[in-house]
């Protein structure tokens, strides 16, 4: 898997647009990127993945560089409830049931009143 | 639709005694898995399940067993539990074979004294 850089803590203002970063720049062309979160105590959550279009769910948007070097998770009017730990992993198509998925260090996003 | 069921919450044993964790999902997926996550650390396989009737080890499967009862149910076995057994548990399905959307439970919160 590519590893993804990601900062380790960012802040946001509720109501604001949240935009977190993470750099894949050993991405291959068929690796996906997925962003995942995991809200302290509880399970991870799925929230979004790509391969080089720009992705949008009822939850965030998911922006993808022309290169596929970087992409942006953005949270369009945070929440209290958005704060948690943020993953951005990438990943092969065609990975096997048994690999598990790894998360890194991830961005903790703290979203303040 | 309540997705990945695991029962019990919380668990509080004593070295040597047994112990099932129960993982139920509603969602029609094929494959399970059981990870745990220690603190401060990330999610480590335990055991998966790529379809009903089938499981494979993952990267820490020793001291535990799992079955997987039918397509929606998977439980994982303590036989004889460990203090180094003391975690967070969680159960987790994937969509399909070739993507990495997982989705988890909400968790397991087990303590071997």
């Known amino acids: 898997d590519a590893k993804t850089t990601q900062p380790t803590s960012m802040d946001c203002a509720e109501g604001r647009a949240a935009n977190l970063p993470c750099n894949h720049s050993?991405?291959?062309?068929?690796?996906?990127v997925y962003w995942y979160r995991q809200i302290h105590s509880q399970g991870p959550q799925y929230i979004i993945h790509g391969l080089k279009n720009n992705e949008t769910n009822e939850m965030a948007s998911l922006i993808i560089t022309e290169d596929r070097k970087s992409s942006t998770l953005i949270l369009p009017h945070a929440t209290l409830r958005d704060t948690a730990v943020y993953y951005c992993?990438?990943?092969?198509?065609?990975?096997?049931?048994?690999?598990?998925?790894?998360f890194g260090e991830g961005t903790q996003l703290t979203v303040n009143p | 639709n309540a997705g990945v069921t695991q029962t019990p919450k919380f668990q509080v044993l004593k070295t040597g005694q047994s112990m099932t964790l129960q993982c139920a999902q509603d969602m029609n997926h094929n494959s399970m898995y059981w990870y745990r996550q220690d603190p401060g650390m990330g999610l480590r396989l335990i055991y998966y399940s790529a379809s009903e009737g089938t499981t494979d080890k993952g990267e820490v499967p020793n001291g535990y067993n799992v079955s997987r009862l039918n397509k929606r149910e998977f439980s994982l076995r303590l036989e004889s539990a460990a203090p180094s057994q003391t975690s967070v548990y969680f159960c987790?399905?994937?969509?399909?074979?070739?993507?990495?959307?997982?989705?988890f439970g909400p968790g397991t919160r087990l303590t071997v004294l």
């Open positions: 992993i990438v990943r092969a198509w065609g990975e096997t049931s048994g690999s598990r998925l790894t």
């Open positions: 050993t991405i291959s062309g068929n690796e996906y």
């Open positions: 987790a399905t994937k969509r399909e074979v070739i993507t990495d959307t997982q989705y």
